[in-house]
């Protein structure tokens, strides 16, 4: 090899050194957002001190939809808060109000006492299992915490038994 290809490959060399090392940051910077999830806060509810056994109560609560680094608008969202008497206890579970069909609002009737969706005549129990019309599953379930007696939840959703 002559001493003017070894010249030629050794500034291409650090020619091409350079240039990773100056685009690696920028391609790290956009692309840091898909590999990253970012927790989800805890949201307050309300203090349900006074929500009543067996009476699913509905609560709008500002939840972000977002489940990674890129910053999304929190939302407004239904959540109901069902004191349910459940095996001789109660039992708190937090529903989301959205119907596993079609992902329409469903709403709580107090004549049918069940959730009704009424796009497609979907139907589930207090405690959100599906009991009737198209809904492949249970309403979804919402992550929730007391402190004390208030209720906090955060965007994320289990299925429901």
Not at 93 to 113: A, E, F, G, K, Y
Request: some cysteine; hydrophobic content about 45%.
């Amino acid at each position: 090899m002559s001493r003017r290809r070894f010249m030629i490959m050794g500034i291409n060399a650090a020619g091409a050194a350079t240039g990773l090392l100056i685009a690696a940051p920028i391609v790290g910077d956009i692309l840091s957002p898909v590999f990253y999830k970012s927790k989800q806060p805890w949201v307050m509810v309300a203090d349900i001190r006074h929500v009543p056994v067996g009476v699913p109560t509905a609560y709008v609560v500002m939840l972000n939809d977002s489940g990674d680094a890129w910053q999304v608008p929190a939302v407004p969202r239904t959540v109901y808060v069902v004191k349910a008497n459940l095996s001789n206890a109660v039992q708190l579970i937090t529903l989301s109000n959205v119907c596993t069909h079609m992902q329409c609002d469903v709403h709580w009737d107090v004549n049918l006492q069940v959730f009704l969706c009424p796009c497609h005549g979907g139907l589930y129990s207090m405690i959100g299992t599906n009991i009737g019309g198209p809904p492949p599953q249970p309403l979804f379930r919402y992550q929730h915490k007391l402190v004390g007696t208030t209720l906090y939840v955060r965007n994320v959703l289990t299925e429901g038994q």
